[in-house]
């Protein structure tokens, strides 16, 4: 047994294949949320990126706490795909629309989750911003699972159910990283219109199968943690 296997009880191949092969499988559902909440995002980070290069740090960061929340929200049913992938049910896109208030109790987390990161980047190195992605990552699962119905119960539910699993979740959560970094990797030869549709092409994808895998971690969690899902399955 590998240190992987004894920390979620699966490989680290493993769980990539599942994020491979769950979107594979999943793939018109996943692609259109994926692309929905990236280009939410990229709506503020433009004109952030450039009240930065002006010189204006406030607009610069309320701009992107912006797009990172509005984005989040419209990524609840990208989590419930996520968990639909994983658990093999079929995917019915307007399933998530039919539970409104959970997209309330997504934006309360959400808030304070980049809140928290967001300022977390400006002290310490960062680390701050390192240990809330570690402690509250999970929040949109536990929403999506309807394990949670408020978003601050959610935030504590992720706390909760990756206890003890830190160390494990940092290093996936670096590989993954990494994996997402080659997504974008057209824009690091030249910011061009071709170049930054290739990106977000590339994003779709790895974002996607960092998604399902996320969602299969979550569930690997949920069993070690004892904590239970509050979907049917």
Known sequence: MTSQDSTFGASFGSIFLTGVRGYAKNLLPLSLAAAATLGIYLAFRFPAQDAFVDGNLVRSISLDLVGLVLGSIFAYPWYCYA????????????????????FLAQAVASFWFWAAVLLGLRYLFGIPSILAALFYAFYGFAIADGAEESGLKALGYSVRVG???????FALAAVFLIFNMFGAIAVGYEVTTLTIGLAILGLVITTNVTMVAGARVYRLLQVSSGLKSGRKR
Request: proline share 11%.
């Open 83 to 102: 968990l639909d992938a994983v658990d093999g049910k079929p995917t019915d896109l307007r399933s998530p629309f039919r539970t409104p208030k959970r």
């Open 163 to 169: 206890e003890g699993k830190r160390i494990g979740l």
